[in-house]
């Protein structure tokens, strides 16, 4: 007969196998622990999306049921008695009631808010428009305007032209209700090709923004000089951000055609006042000043000498003056700016 395997237990005495064995859980590594935390995440917020829709939606019930004509539109008797209309501009209430055709009088929910908006926006002038009805005879309207850096002549096909302006973004458009002497000081845009649209207008300019920086860069560092400038010509521009060489040719008053590169305007400025310093100095007039080589300017001189200054007279002035000799001044800097012109 074969021995038990295990010895009977003793009265009294616990064995092995009475003992409580507790597996132990398995060790998470960084990566599913990362994974467990983010799908708890991703119930928590889930849950909180939809609870914050349920509260929404509740409260969108109890707004109806409190106004239910608020939320659905203007009766149907209502009568348009004013509009409320705000710019940032220069446009005006009446310019946007005869753009939309809004009449007193006319039934409020006849028109479609979105098709006006879309119809303000049309004109290029308006960059951004908000319209919406207000009970009881209200047409509620705000406008955010664009704002102009350079005009443009457009032949109009009858031997005349027409005068368009130019925003930051390159918006080409008709202008309307600006003050005369405001459109007459903006320099005329030279140079650029455009390129008409099959709904009517023209393409966007491109690289208006970098014109706008020079020419704000301008008045902030030589205003003096840049209330002479005329012309930006941008046939030498290249708006693309790799160009190999990108110029700004500005037609001046007192310096003739000022040359730039597209880039780091401060530091040019900062030359060109020097030079034109260091010319109404000497009595010589220019009819060129080309900045866009490095730490260098090419000014082309009159070979006639400037006119005496007279009170009141803006030196300089290079319509006057006949072609002249190219003198390059090299390792332009305050220090030798004073001797950079001797012949």
């Keep these: 007969m074969k021995k038990p395997l295990m010895r009977p237990a003793t009265p009294g005495l616990r064995t ?42 509740v409260w969108g ?22 509009v409320d209309f705000q710019t940032d501009g220069v446009l005006t209430e009446q310019w946007a ?52 850096v350079l005009r443009l002549a457009v032949d109009d096909g009858a031997g005349g032209y027409k ?23 903006l320099p005329w845009l030279a140079g650029e090709k455009l390129q008409a649209l099959p709904a009517g207008g023209f393409k966007p300019a491109a690289g208006m923004e970098v014109i706008e920086d020079l020419l704000t860069q301008a008045k902030a ?36 055609e000022v040359v730039f590169l597209a880039q780091d305007f401060h530091k040019q400025l900062d030359r060109l006042a020097l030079i034109a310093q260091d010319l109404h100095d000497k009595q010589v007039l220019a009819l060129g000043v080309d900045l866009s080589f490095d730490q260098q300017a090419v000014v082309k001189l009159a070979a006639t000498p400037a006119p005496a200054k007279t009170p009141g007279h803006a030196p300089l002035h290079a ?19 004073r001797n950079s012109f001797t012949p």
Excluded: C
């Design 16 to 57: 092995w196998q009475e003992i409580g064995q507790r597996r132990a859980g398995r060790a998470l590594s960084p990566v599913a622990r990362r994974k467990r935390i983010i799908r708890g995440l991703g119930v928590a917020v889930t849950l909180g999306m939809l609870a914050g829709l349920g509260a929404l939606g």
């Design 61 to 82: 019930w109890k707004a109806y049921r409190h106004d239910p004509a608020h939320w659905r539109g203007a009766d149907a008797d209502a009568r348009l008695a004013q």
């Design 97 to 148: 009631r005869e753009t939309l055709g809004l009449k007193n009088g006319d039934a409020l929910p006849q028109y479609d808010v979105f098709a006006l908006r879309r119809h303000l926006l049309a004109a290029g002038q308006v960059r951004e428009a908000f319209v919406e009805r207000v009970l009881p005879d209200t047409l509620r309207i705000r406008v955010t305007e664009r704002a102009p």
């Design 163 to 185: 005068t368009y302006l130019v925003a930051r973004d390159g918006t080409i458009y008709a202008e309307q209700l600006y003050p005369q002497d405001f459109v007459h000081g």
């Design 221 to 256: 560092d030589v205003p003096q000089l840049e209330a002479g400038w005329t012309v930006v010509d941008v046939s030498d521009f290249d708006a693309r951000a790799q160009a190999p060489l990108s110029l700004l040719k500005v037609r001046s008053r007192d310096l003739g």
């Design 319 to 337: 319509t006057t003056a006949h072609a002249g000799p190219a003198y390059t001044a090299a390792n332009f800097s305050r220090a030798n700016v």
